[in-house]
């Protein structure tokens, strides 16, 4: 069946450092990768998307690409800040049926 | 853009209590809208996925007896908890669908937290 899977957490990092959040999935077909971001006690946020093979998201400094060759959405960020902190959720979604399917969610924790 | 409301935001309630939890599109029309539920560290898990005018598709091991969704026009899903339990305590999440948009398979409430004595 369809699945994400993504690194575990917590990451730690100090602030200004790179980031990388990997994230691979299993699918038929072609589906859409999306990454939202859940910051303490609320609901769930877009951050970015990529529709289809190469298609590079990137949205606030974050960014990532749809390699279907290696079945991967890795979410990178150059330079991190302590408001980045939050829990980090890399999806997949057909648009037939409309579920989303997530991934366990990786925290993200940056110090000062 | 478009708007999901999620109310109330925080309940603290008594065992055997039943918790209705309203999820409102503000802006747009969702003929789909999905409940979620969250443990703490935590995944999210689909519990349903609420139709306007019809019954809800409940995920396997969901009690639909327990868990009772109302879907009764084109911008309000309820989640009702049937006699809860202090086991039912969790973060509950809705989503609406907007099939008019390109950028975004769905939209998120801020949650609702759930907490059962």
């Known amino acids: 069946g369809n699945s994400v899977t993504q690194m575990e957490g917590p990451v730690t990092l100090s602030e200004e450092a790179f980031l990388t959040i990997n994230c691979t999935y299993t699918?038929?077909?072609?589906?859409?990768l999306f990454w939202y971001v859940q910051y303490p006690g609320e609901g769930l946020q877009l951050l970015l998307k990529a529709t289809k093979a190469d298609d590079k998201g990137s949205n606030k400094g974050f960014e990532a690409t749809y390699r279907k060759e290696t079945t991967s959405f890795h979410l990178e960020k150059g330079s991190v800040q302590v408001s980045d902190s939050a829990v980090y959720f890399c999806a997949l979604f057909y648009n037939q049926g409309g579920k989303l399917i997530f991934g366990q969610g990786t925290e993200l924790s940056v110090k000062p | 853009g478009a708007v999901v409301s999620q109310h109330p935001s925080r309940v603290i309630c008594k065992s055997g209590t039943s918790v209705k939890i309203e999820c409102r599109s503000l802006?747009?029309?969702?003929?789909?809208m999905f409940w979620y539920r969250q443990f703490p560290k935590k995944s999210l898990m689909l519990m349903a996925t609420?139709?306007?005018?019809?019954?809800?598709?409940?995920e396997q091991g969901v009690e639909k007896d327990k868990f009772l969704i109302n879907h009764a026009s084109l911008t309000l899903s309820t989640l009702t908890v049937t006699s809860a339990h202090p086991e039912d305590s969790s973060f509950y999440i809705c989503s609406a669908r907007d099939s008019n948009s390109r950028n975004q398979p769905q939209h998120f409430g801020d949650g609702t937290r759930l907490s059962i004595l």
């Open positions: 802006d747009f029309q969702a003929t789909t």
């Open positions: 699918a038929t077909g072609y589906p859409s």
């Open positions: 609420s139709n306007e005018g019809s019954k809800a598709t409940y």
